[in-house]
């Protein structure tokens, strides 16, 4: 029995050594265009269609296991080349966004200057608030405002009365005129009056 199961064992080998020595024989100088021009998972996924597992080992030609071999080492170092891309890439991304940050940082700055000083005026050296210097320089117009108003009434008040008296006095030397001149003719009058009684008493 054991004899049996030798001979059955060893007739499979034969045969997958048979069949494995005839693969190689027609295929030894054919290589798969997967395994050319395909991706890698494309080529692994060949290999393992195509090659046999026996008693957990797996027979594949040596000249397509040379080619997985340096198609894995080009993938790797590939995928190195790219990793090393993109950590230099985030490198010069994370120098960019720090430069950004600082012109940030003063663009903030220099707005904050220009709003204080947009803000602010500067009288005889000293920073004062423009809404408070704006407020103050409202309260002192209207004050003169209101200084200029009350002159100009006073102004026109006094106006009226200065023509008003003008108007008075002019009166008043019309009427000084007619009362010197009645006074002068009554005078001459009483002149003439007296020097004619002066006459008649002589004569008599």
Not at 22 to 51: H, R, W
Not at 135 to 149: E, Q
Request: glycine share 4%.
């Amino acid at each position: 029995m054991g004899k049996n199961i030798f001979s059955g064992t060893g007739f499979i080998l034969l045969l997958l050594f048979s069949t494995t020595v005839n693969f190689e024989a027609i295929s030894q100088t054919t290589m798969p265009e997967v395994l050319l021009k395909g991706t890698f998972k494309e080529q692994m996924d060949y290999i393992n269609d195509k090659t046999r597992i026996y008693e957990e080992y797996r027979a594949i030609r040596e000249d397509m296991f040379q080619k997985i071999r340096t198609n894995s080492i080009d993938t790797l170092r590939a995928a190195k080349n790219v990793i090393a891309g993109f950590r230099k890439n985030v490198k010069d991304l994370n120098l960019t966004i720090d430069s950004l940050n600082a012109s940030l940082e003063t663009v903030k700055t220099n707005l904050e200057q220009m709003t204080k000083t947009k803000n602010s005026i500067s009288l005889m050296g000293i920073e004062i608030n423009k809404l408070a210097y704006n407020a103050v320089m409202w309260i002192i117009i209207a004050m003169l405002a209101g200084i200029l108003a009350v002159g100009f009434l006073v102004f026109k008040r006094n106006h009226v009365v200065t023509t008003h008296t003008k108007k008075e006095i002019e009166d008043l030397k019309r009427e000084f005129e007619a009362y010197r001149k009645a006074s002068r003719e009554a005078r001459e009058k009483m002149s003439m009056a007296h020097f004619n009684e002066l006459k008649k008493l002589r004569g008599a």
